[in-house]
């Protein structure tokens, strides 16, 4: 790029050499040819020339001349300029947030209602998102993985609204939830939490990590993991739950067990009421401290002709008006 833009210039200063040249030899065969007849046409034409009028008529259009021609000049070397694309350079160091949130969501008959809404609202809330990393595992009897961690927004929203639409089956079940009815039983705890706490990459950086987690916390089945365990497995890895509980309140023993697995990991427990919403806790979520991670720094080249296609607007302007009052 740089050495066609130098070939540009070069062009642009042959340009103006041979303008100049061929302006010079015609002026002189003109003159010459005055020299040579013409001065014969009009009688007691040297007087004429020692008039302070005509001196300064003459000097007026050699000035203009004279500019005519440097303004030619000057705009094309700034058209050359301009056609070699000049370009400026910026460095770009980009930054992400250390946050990572993963959506756990128990795919049970019961909990349908709350997992729209879960993901229906994050869905709305992607825009405001800025660098986060989002992931989502479903669970039954057997979890899965729907995606990983990501801030791909874009492949996060089609999947979200996938997902949403997934819980309008009938008859045939979605693909994807074939695969959380491998285990004996249904919504075990324990397997879904510990699945979704293993979902976080990077343990070694400094990073805030949140599951959300949704359940209504009716264990039906004997689970690989207990729920108090699988608190505990992300406890140790520094992951905050925050479950959603929409049964609250219809069973003590059931909503104080997801209660106390919540706040062992440092994080909370809600009853999905009509004065809680998952927005809400998701604010909730984002109150914790994220480390600005930088990434590696980027030099961004860019087109930049606008000062001077400016030059050449300004310059040609002046170049027309100029010959424009010559002619006259």
Not at 24 to 42: I, P
Not at 223 to 242: D, G, H, W
Request: proline content about 3%; hydrophobic content about 50%; aromatic content about 6%.
């Amino acid at each position: 790029m740089a050495l066609a833009n130098v070939w540009m210039l070069i062009l642009a200063a042959a340009v103006v050499v041979v303008a100049v040249a061929v302006g010079l030899v015609l002026g002189l065969r003109r003159r010459g040819g005055r020299a040579a007849g013409d001065t014969a046409r009009v009688a007691r034409a040297e007087r004429l020339r020692t008039l302070p009028s005509f001196r300064q008529a003459l000097s007026r259009r050699v000035l203009a001349l004279s500019g005519i021609l440097a303004l030619g000049a000057v705009a094309a070397l700034v058209a050359g300029v301009v056609a070699a694309r000049p370009m400026a350079a910026q460095t770009i160091q980009p930054v992400n947030s250390s946050r990572d949130i993963m959506l756990c969501l128990d795919v049970s008959g019961s909990m349908s209602e709350v997992d729209v809404e879960v993901l229906s609202v994050f869905e709305e809330l992607l825009d405001g998102f800025e660098g986060e990393r989002i992931g989502l595992t479903i669970f039954n009897s057997s979890p899965v993985q729907i995606f990983p961690l990501t801030d791909d927004y874009d492949f996060i929203r089609e999947h979200l609204t996938s997902m949403v639409s997934s819980f309008d089956y009938v008859d045939r079940i979605p693909e994807h939830w074939v695969g959380t009815l491998n285990g004996d039983g249904a919504s075990l705890i324990g397997d879904g939490l510990a699945a979704c706490a293993m979902g976080f990459d990077h343990p070694d950086d400094d990073r805030s990590r949140s599951v959300i987690f949704a359940t209504d916390n009716e264990v039906n089945g004997a689970s690989i993991v207990t729920l108090q365990e699988a608190a505990a497995y992300a406890a140790s890895n520094s992951v905050r739950v925050f479950a959603i509980n929409p049964v609250e309140g219809k069973d003590a023993a059931v909503s104080a067990e997801l209660t106390a697995a919540a706040e062992a990991t440092g994080g909370a427990a809600f009853g999905l009421r009509d004065t809680t919403t998952v927005s809400d806790i998701v604010d909730q979520v984002q109150e914790q401290d994220a480390t600005a991670l930088r990434g590696e720094a980027q030099v961004v080249w860019t087109d930049a002709p606008n000062l001077w296609i400016a030059v050449l607007s300004v310059v040609a302007l002046g170049f027309v008006l100029l010959a424009w009052r010559v002619r006259l």
